[in-house]
Structures are given as structure tokens and as C-alpha cells.
């Protein structure tokens, strides 16, 4: 391709160059070969009989799209990316994601009978012996296709071994199954396992050996039990800085772990005594060696996921919730610890919080949009950004206590959803609500999505007393007494004036 000459400064006046769109313009080289001009571009000299002047800079444009344009493209960039996921059959249908869960309910019986009867070779009471079946990897994130395996996790009592229950005993079963096929154990894999096909779904089957007969049974018990203490006591929500239900699943395993034996009640009694005398300092872990995986410097709560590698649960624990987190447990052991009280009721533990007995002034977080559909998705945004609004307020010096009730201001028309915060401030002070709207709003719009939905929806801060609660939020605690009187030793340690 010829170079482009220098155009020349004589005005050559064209029909056809004058209504040319200025992106379809061609230079003409030397040799009269005619090539295309990009932009950015210099415009042609003046006619003759102006003066002459040096050659402009070159013409930027610069498009500034309405936001409301860019979500339109992205959802309907988003909508033909699906499309192409579904045609190109990288997305599983309904009918497979049926299969795949059949399949899998359809293992756990057949580990429970296969656990059943090891008991029954063992000389153990068949009904004390469970198993059960976990999913993990790409299937239990939803990432999976059509194609892809599952990966999945046969958790057994402490009375079935890898090497001959597992390999030997379970292999049999299954191959003696008609919707099995293709069954190969690898047992010097870093990771043993066994591989089959089942009713078409291909499967990686790993081993876990629990220290206790029932290995289905006790441990969800005791969960189930975890998180409705947390629920009752406004610390099961991940968002706002309290436990997601990894962290309490890994605390609950971490008792069963080292305490196959108890009953389910000594199990709850050791959770409280286990927890509320923990240095956070050290990571909860349920692998027996201790972690080299990084701790992050600052983590008030680290707890190990059971992986290899180990890695840390994702927290969003802060000071405040920190602080309520250990102040729960505390209480929780000091209902639990006297195991001969007389008139012990386990409804005094899973009291709902009295959060009007415990503060005097709330922050009132309400969020409206035009409709429904909008205001879950306004939600949705909005609470996966408010633990910087927490932190915001800690570096003002106000702790906080979040609620995560949702509630809704009935004499407002639009749909609307409005969350209560207990304030605790270290001093008495006041909160400019202005000026902590406006930094947290620069969270929630820090890109096209937030600045989008904010065109249609909208926050409002202020801070309100008991009077402004709901009644749902006014529950009064009847133990708060005998409370007091089993608190009395609990005191503030080294370790709290350090975090706080």
C-alpha cells in the first residue's frame, strides 16, 4: 500500500468530497491511488483569498453515553450471551438438572443402606449407623454443564474404612446396580476415589470418615440449632458483618469433631463453652495440622474452609459485629453452663433480641423504588455495600448494632424496605446524617449499575428513638434479671480494648 502524501494547501472544491460523511473522506497519494482517512483527522486548508493559518490539532471526540443506555446494552448483551450459552448447549437443561438431582438423591440411600449394613457386620445397632452424600466443585457452585461431572462426597460413620468398606464393600453394591456403569476405584490418587457413571451422569466419588457412628444425624441437628441461634439473635446475616452459613456449618463441625460421643445437648453446651472462650487470635480449623495458609492481618474472625488447599472464609466481621458476636456466645455459655439448674428452658436462649432494651437511638436505612421488581434488585445492591457504611460509622467513633429485620414504612406508597441499626457511640455526639448519606452513596454509585438504579430509587439516613420503632422491634426479654446475675464475671479483656 503507497504512503499517504501531505495533503496540499489548494482548495479543490468537490461535490462529491463536500457530502462526503466525514469518516468516508480519502487523501490522495502521490501516485493517485485513493486511501481511506481515519479519525481523529485535519480539516482541509480555506479557500483562496483567506489567510493562511497553521494546521488545527486533531478533532477528539469524546461520547459521554446516558447510563441509562449502557444498561440497556448490557442487558441485552447479557440476554444474547445466554442465548449462545443455551445454543451452543453449554447450559444444562431442566430435564438434566432433574436427572442430576435424582441421581443424587438416589445416592444417599444407597450409602445409607451400604452404612446400615456395615453396621451389621460390625455388630452395631443398625439404626445408630447413617451416612450421607455431599456436592461440591462446579456442580454445587451451578457452574456446571451438560457434560461436566459431579463431584461429590460420601461422608461415612467411624466404623466403615476407606480401604475395604469404601473400596471393596460400596464398589459392589453399586456395580450391582443397573443404572451404574463404568466403575473404576483410584486408590493411590493424591485424593482417593471412585469414578462411575450413574444413569448417564458421571461422578467423582471421594471418602470422608467421621469419629462417630451417626455421621448424618447429630451434625445437622446441632446445626440446625446453631442457626437458629443466630437467626434469634440477629447474627445470621452475612452482609452486615455477622456469621454466613459456612462459618457456623464449619463451627458446628469443629464440636462434633472433638466430641464424637456427646449427646446433642452436651454438644450445644461444649459450642458455647468452646466459643465463648476462644482466642480469635488463632483460626478455627478442622484440619488437624495447622494452617500455613495466609492470614490476612486485621481478620477478627478467621475460620478455615475444609479445602486443599486451606484457604479463609470470606468475612465481613467488623468491630461492632465483633464485638456482639463474642457478647452472644458469652451469654449463650452462661444460660448453658450449669447443667443441674432446675428450671433451665432452652426458649430463654433462643429469646429473640431485645434490641429496644439495649439501645436508645437507631439509624433508620430506608430504600424505595418505583416498583417490586425494582426494589429487589435496589435492595440487593444496596446491602451488599453496607458494611462500608458500618466501618464509616466506627471511624466516627459510633459502634452499631445492625437488625437484620426488614421492615416496611406503611405510610410511605411506594415499595419500600427500611432497616433499623442500634447506635452505640462512645461518647454522646451527633450524627450528620447529610454527610454520612452522601460518602456512603459514593459506595452504592461507584459504577454503571449503582448509578443506573439510583436514577429511579433512593436511600434515606436519619437517626430516630424508641418511639419511631415498629413493634416488632419492642420485644421485652424475661431473663435479662438472671442474665445479669451470670454475667456478672464476664469483663471486658485485653483482647476487646485491642479490637475495639
Same mark, same amino acid.
Given at each position: 500500500?503507497? *504512503? /499517504?502524501?501531505? #495533503?496540499?494547501?489548494?482548495?479543490?472544491?468537490?461535490?462529491? %468530497?463536500?457530502?462526503?460523511? @466525514?469518516?468516508?473522506?480519502? *487523501?490522495?497519494?502521490?501516485?493517485?491511488?485513493?486511501?481511506?482517512? +481515519? %479519525?481523529?483527522?485535519?480539516?482541509?486548508?480555506?479557500?483562496?483569498?483567506?489567510?493562511?493559518l497553521p494546521p488545527r490539532a486533531p478533532i477528539v471526540l469524546q461520547l459521554h453515553p446516558h447510563p441509562g443506555f449502557l444498561a440497556d446494552v448490557d442487558r441485552r448483551r447479557s440476554c444474547s450471551l445466554l442465548k449462545l450459552l443455551k445454543d451452543e448447549g453449554a447450559a444444562p437443561s431442566p430435564e438434566d438438572e432433574k436427572r442430576r438431582e435424582q441421581v443424587i438423591r438416589e445416592l444417599k440411600k444407597i450409602v445409607m443402606r451400604w452404612a446400615k449394613a456395615v453396621a451389621r457386620e460390625?455388630?452395631?445397632?443398625?439404626?445408630?449407623? $447413617? @451416612?450421607?452424600?455431599?456436592?461440591?466443585?462446579?456442580?454445587?457452585?451451578?457452574?456446571?454443564?451438560?457434560?461436566?461431572?459431579?463431584?461429590?462426597?460420601?461422608?461415612?460413620?467411624?466404623?466403615?474404612?476407606?480401604?475395604?468398606?469404601?473400596? !471393596?464393600?460400596?464398589?459392589?453394591?453399586?456395580?450391582?446396580?443397573?443404572?451404574?456403569?463404568?466403575?473404576?476405584?483410584?486408590?493411590? =490418587?493424591?485424593?482417593?476415589?471412585?469414578?462411575?457413571?450413574?444413569?448417564? /451422569?458421571?461422578?467423582?466419588? $471421594?471418602? @470422608?470418615?467421621?469419629? !462417630?457412628?451417626?455421621?448424618?444425624?447429630?451434625?445437622?441437628?446441632?446445626?440446625?440449632?446453631?442457626?437458629?441461634? =443466630?437467626?434469634?439473635?440477629?447474627?445470621?446475616?452475612?452482609?452486615?458483618?455477622?456469621?454466613?452459613?459456612?462459618?457456623? =456449618?464449619?463451627?458446628?463441625?469443629?464440636?462434633?469433631?472433638?466430641?464424637?460421643?456427646?449427646?446433642?445437648?452436651? %454438644?450445644?453446651?461444649?459450642?458455647?463453652?468452646?466459643?465463648?472462650?476462644?482466642?480469635?487470635?488463632?483460626? /478455627?480449623?478442622?484440619?488437624?495440622?495447622?494452617?500455613?495458609? %495466609?492470614?490476612?492481618?486485621?481478620?477478627?474472625?478467621?475460620?478455615?474452609?475444609?479445602? +486443599?488447599?486451606?484457604?479463609?472464609?470470606?468475612?465481613?466481621? $467488623?468491630?461492632?459485629?465483633?464485638?456482639?458476636?463474642?457478647e452472644e456466645l458469652t451469654r449463650g455459655y452462661a444460660f448453658t453452663k450449669d447443667p443441674l439448674r432446675h428450671d433451665f428452658e432452652w426458649t430463654w436462649l433462643f429469646e429473640p433480641f431485645p434490641y429496644a432494651e439495649k439501645h436508645q437511638q437507631f439509624l433508620r436505612i430506608a430504600l424505595c423504588a418505583p $416498583?417490586?421488581?425494582?426494589?429487589?434488585?435496589? =435492595?440487593?445492591?444496596?446491602?451488599?455495600?453496607?458494611?462500608?457504611?458500618?466501618?464509616?460509622?466506627?471511624?466516627?467513633?459510633?459502634?452499631?448494632?445492625?437488625?437484620?429485620?426488614?421492615?416496611?414504612?406503611? @405510610?410511605?406508597?411506594?415499595?419500600?424496605?427500611?432497616?433499623?441499626?442500634?447506635?452505640?457511640?462512645?461518647?454522646?455526639?451527633?450524627?450528620? +446524617?447529610?454527610?454520612?448519606?452522601?460518602?456512603?452513596?459514593?459506595?452504592?454509585?461507584?459504577?454503571?449499575?449503582?448509578?443506573?438504579?439510583? +436514577?429511579?430509587?433512593? #436511600?434515606?439516613?436519619?437517626? #430516630?428513638?424508641?418511639?419511631?420503632?415498629?413493634?416488632?422491634?419492642? &420485644?421485652?426479654?424475661?431473663?435479662?434479671?438472671?442474665?445479669?446475675?451470670?454475667?456478672?464475671?464476664?469483663?471486658? &479483656?485485653?483482647?476487646?480494648?485491642?479490637?475495639?
Amino acid at each position: 500500500m503507497a *504512503a /499517504v502524501g501531505p #495533503v496540499p494547501w489548494q482548495w479543490q472544491p468537490s461535490s462529491a %468530497l463536500a457530502l462526503a460523511p @466525514a469518516g468516508l473522506l480519502a *487523501a490522495t497519494s502521490p501516485s493517485g491511488n485513493h486511501e481511506p482517512q +481515519t %479519525l481523529p483527522f485535519l480539516p482541509p486548508p480555506p479557500p483562496a483569498g483567506y489567510p493562511l493559518l497553521p494546521p488545527r490539532a486533531p478533532i477528539v471526540l469524546q461520547l459521554h453515553p446516558h447510563p441509562g443506555f449502557l444498561a440497556d446494552v448490557d442487558r441485552r448483551r447479557s440476554c444474547s450471551l445466554l442465548k449462545l450459552l443455551k445454543d451452543e448447549g453449554a447450559a444444562p437443561s431442566p430435564e438434566d438438572e432433574k436427572r442430576r438431582e435424582q441421581v443424587i438423591r438416589e445416592l444417599k440411600k444407597i450409602v445409607m443402606r451400604w452404612a446400615k449394613a456395615v453396621a451389621r457386620e460390625q455388630s452395631v445397632p443398625q439404626r445408630m449407623a $447413617t @451416612a450421607t452424600v455431599l456436592t461440591y466443585g462446579s456442580y454445587s457452585l451451578g457452574a456446571h454443564g451438560p457434560e461436566s461431572d459431579i463431584d461429590a462426597l460420601c461422608v461415612g460413620p467411624c466404623i466403615a474404612t476407606l480401604q475395604y468398606h469404601f473400596f !471393596v464393600v460400596l464398589r459392589q453394591i453399586l456395580e450391582g446396580r443397573p443404572e451404574v456403569s463404568g466403575v473404576q476405584t483410584i486408590e493411590s =490418587a493424591k485424593v482417593p476415589l471412585m469414578r462411575f457413571r450413574f444413569s448417564g /451422569v458421571a461422578i467423582d466419588f $471421594t471418602y @470422608a470418615q467421621l469419629p !462417630v457412628i451417626d455421621a448424618s444425624k447429630k451434625f445437622q441437628i446441632l446445626l440446625r440449632c446453631v442457626k437458629l441461634w =443466630a437467626r434469634k439473635r440477629g447474627l445470621h446475616c452475612h452482609h452486615l458483618g455477622f456469621f454466613a452459613g459456612i462459618h457456623l =456449618a464449619i463451627l458446628a463441625a469443629y464440636i462434633c469433631q472433638r466430641f464424637p460421643n456427646a449427646s446433642v445437648n452436651g %454438644l450445644f453446651i461444649v459450642f458455647f463453652q468452646t466459643f465463648a472462650h476462644w482466642p480469635w487470635q488463632v483460626p /478455627v480449623s478442622l484440619h488437624d495440622e495447622p494452617t500455613d495458609c %495466609l492470614h490476612p492481618e486485621g481478620r477478627l474472625m478467621p475460620i478455615v474452609m475444609p479445602c +486443599t488447599p486451606p484457604e479463609f472464609c470470606v468475612s465481613n466481621v $467488623t468491630r461492632s459485629t465483633f464485638k456482639k458476636i463474642r457478647e452472644e456466645l458469652t451469654r449463650g455459655y452462661a444460660f448453658t453452663k450449669d447443667p443441674l439448674r432446675h428450671d433451665f428452658e432452652w426458649t430463654w436462649l433462643f429469646e429473640p433480641f431485645p434490641y429496644a432494651e439495649k439501645h436508645q437511638q437507631f439509624l433508620r436505612i430506608a430504600l424505595c423504588a418505583p $416498583t417490586l421488581a425494582e426494589l429487589r434488585d435496589w =435492595a440487593g445492591w444496596v446491602k451488599s455495600r453496607l458494611r462500608f457504611l458500618i466501618l464509616k460509622l466506627e471511624r466516627a467513633g459510633i459502634g452499631c448494632d445492625p437488625c437484620p429485620s426488614e421492615e416496611i414504612d406503611h @405510610a410511605v406508597e411506594e415499595p419500600n424496605m427500611v432497616f433499623y441499626w442500634g447506635l452505640i457511640p462512645e461518647k454522646i455526639m451527633h450524627v450528620d +446524617t447529610s454527610s454520612l448519606k452522601e460518602d456512603f452513596m459514593k459506595d452504592v454509585t461507584n459504577d454503571v449499575y449503582g448509578k443506573v438504579k439510583c +436514577t429511579r430509587s433512593d #436511600v434515606t439516613i436519619s437517626v #430516630v428513638g424508641l418511639s419511631q420503632l415498629p413493634k416488632s422491634m419492642c &420485644t421485652h426479654s424475661v431473663q435479662w434479671q438472671y442474665l445479669q446475675h451470670c454475667m456478672l464475671g464476664y469483663q471486658a &479483656t485485653s483482647e476487646d480494648h485491642v479490637i475495639w
